[in-house]
């Protein structure tokens, strides 16, 4: 007996197996996405759970019951608040100077061609290719040695994060920069502007996005920095830090509910620039249609 | 100063450059003039003496390089499996997502928000010895009744494949993204099946994206030591936990630094190996 | 004013209390600091920054399970004197502390904390005093000084107590979660089962390891020798190359134990009792123990007076009694037992804090020397990886 598939001629056999297989193949990579997708958030939704939870001793691995008091008492941990304000108000003073430095050093190197051009670039590209463990303890030779003693604290720990954030800055801004259109500033320059008007009305508001980005991608870093700033940190503790020294004892829920506001401000933002982006392109698109 | 800027044009790039390059040049290549200096000293803590004592390099490559040769596999699987694990995914979310696709990068991205110790610690959670997990693993029979998943180079080698995944998705999503359709589409028209438009276009057109992936995710890989910490036994150490305890609980300096810079130089190394295979321009683009 | 009132009454008891003290002590009394650098505050605080290790103190639930229906000790200071304890549970080993504060201590700055506790059987606690960064008591005020057992008063690393006091003994043991495993009674059963592979943890402290191992060996741990050294560390190297080992874990291996991953682990005595886990448990191994002594020192930069008030009050036998039996860890006032017994029956018999005689005599203590030997630690950093 023959199937329907073996009935047909050669040719349409071939169509229809080959049909078959791309909508396997179609359907495979989707659910292979979906399936990658819950691996990468699983760690994230336990956090968040666990957040919720009233353990039963010191450890918080075993459900027990439902509860809002972690949230509500979320600083009732010895050094937590301290450790979240002192992460906060680094990320947001390092990120502000790194993207400064950056930009500028970018617009440097994509606009100008100079003696050094290269060695500049080697030295920007450095500090991404050592290893985390190795800038830590070469700054805290810096810090810490025969002839100088600097107090390590919340300076130093500003210090490194700047230095390890200028790199990432650079190389987001420049990306931005190649494709940037120099006609317009020409433009402005033709209608009168000076470098210095040209500079603020055109070029900085065009390649602001990118130094958000950039800006975003600092803060990022450097509120999840660990290896540099535990080595440079002294008596001052970051959020990191807290949670590397708490979790050799036991992890309180608080730690989970820090960890998982922090996420879910950063999702909320991103949610919004989503939401953004689709609601102005579909405004483009239906100016286009009228 | 537009006037003192227009007269002296060759000035400008050296101004933009100069406060930016001065904060790396005193914290991150000054530093690293220290790490040499003490890299060539002798003696214990705290009494350290320079004597230009190079043999602190061959001691320690002579001691430790089961660590480096350990961390250079690791790095090396765990940047593999991020590239076979990401690259269908961000192939989805680049041709198949449609509208959603920056929802989904948001979702790639995600995990890298919550703190890194405390993604490492919830994996200690999920894979515990006597948690779900692991009982489930092993009623089927694929671990042996007494395995574990903690403790072991597989949980190492995850660990760096979860925290690093972002790394390598990213830049590949920035150039599978920038492939043009169009390309495809005359792909198709041409008698090409799906496999061989993949294999002649989509791939080689999202080379720079591989290269930036593995480059951005190998480098710190081999330099990490918070998973080994955490997810496995003294027989997984890296020769990052290797300089960390050298560091910070032997206070064993020279060799702490001297492994440093062979860290720092075994990496270069492998980067000018990787460029002359992949061809330079790939890495600077 | 109450507490106020106290304050001045405390001041002008120990006023007294310097004609009994020898003339070291009365110079010492009248000195204040200890020649440091940075010389703490000489006035008592509002508050105590008190760094210890984990499960080292008495808690509403541990006081609650013995039956005593008082606050715990650091709230009854608090009533007390009005100084508040900020305790940071944050020692988690000898050597990573001390590596954690050597910097700052070698320049004479200070590590914002009054008190930090460090244990005799490491080299730490002698290099902490021999370096000058522990700053010497106000004996004036700690009259209670003189409640110390005699055992504990010319320790090697201090004479004279002048820089120190013990906070608290304890013991070596094995301890073991009974979800995972049968008992496990002897380091021959740690090193050597075969289904405890991968799940049995040891410390990163040298004395404590090789201390339980030598034992094991048959080799008396208080008198080291080469070989004796050797053999315990090749036992180790064994145990580490086939995977017995899971981690050198400094005190984080009890949460690791309670949580299953390890199924028996070396572990201290008062810790399992902490823990108040139904599963987890410990014991004396078969070939004997080690006792050892955490104390108390003021590092540079703490306030002597305050540090000083908190050590006098510790010491004052109910006070001390009540510790015990919540911290379950064994004080080094006099008579405690007796006190304790007055708190709670039960202490009568609980030998793991008031030790008998003959538990006693299964304990040993280590060779300081073993300790400072610069060869014996980089054999023993070369065992764990390092």
Known sequence: MTTAAEALPTRARVGVMSRAWRFVARHALTVYALLAVAYLLLPIVIVILFSFNHPTGRFNYVWNRFTFDNWLNWNSVLGIQGAVQTSLEIAALATLVATALGTLIALALVRHRFFGWGLTSLIIFLPMATPEIVMGSSLLTLFLNDQNTIQLGFWTIFIAHVMFTISFVVVTVKARLIGFDRHLEEAAMDLGANEWKTFQKVTLPLIAPAMLAAGLLGFALSIDDFVITYLNAGPVQTFPIFVWGIARVAVPPQVNVVASAIFLVAIALGLGNVIWQYRSARRTRNQAVE | MGEFLHRHKGLTPYLLLAPGMLWLTIFFLVPMGFLGYQSLESGLFPHFHFSWEFSNFSSALSGYHTQLIRSFVYAGIATVACLVLAYPLVYWIAFRAGPWRNLFLLIIVAPFFVTYLVRTLAWLNILADEGPVVRILRDIHVLAPDGRLLATTFAVIAGITYNFFPFMA????????????????????????????FLRVTLPLSAPGIVAGTLLTFIPAAGDFI?????????????????????LESLDYPTAASLSFILMGTILIALLVYARVVGPEKLTG | MNERMTRDQLLRRGAVGVTFLSVPGLLAACGGGGGSKSAGSSKVNKVLEFANWPYYMDTPATLKAAGIHKPTTPKEFEKQTGIKVNYYEEVNSNPEYFAKVQGRLSKGEGIG??????????????????NKWAQKLDKSLIPNIKNLIP?????????????????ASGMDGIGWNDKVTDPVTSVKQLFEDPKLKGRVGVWNSMGDTLGLVMLENGDDPAKVTNASFNRAIARVQKAVNSGQIRKFYGNDYAAVLAKGDLAATMAWSGDIANLADPHVHWLVPTQGGIIWTDNMIIPLGGSVPTASTYMNFMYEPMISAQWAVGANYISSVKNVKQDAVKLDPKAASNNLTFPTDKTLSQMHQNDPAMLRNPDYNKKWLAVQGQ
């Open chain 3, 151 to 167: 055992a504990q008063q010319h320790p090697p690393f201090d004479p004279h107590r002048d820089y120190s006091l013990p906070w």
């Open chain 3, 113 to 130: 904390r009054d008190i930090i506790v460090s244990t005799d059987n490491d080299r730490f606690l002698g290099d902490y005093i021999s």
């Open chain 2, 227 to 247: 998973n080994a910490a955490l997810l496995g036994t003294p027989n997984q150490a890296m020769i990052g936990n290797v300089i960390q305890a050298k560091f």
């Open chain 2, 170 to 197: 990213l830049p590949l999503y920035v150039s599978l993204e920038q492939i043009d359709a169009r390309l495809l589409e005359a792909a198709k028209d041409l008698y090409s099946s799906p496999t061989q438009a």
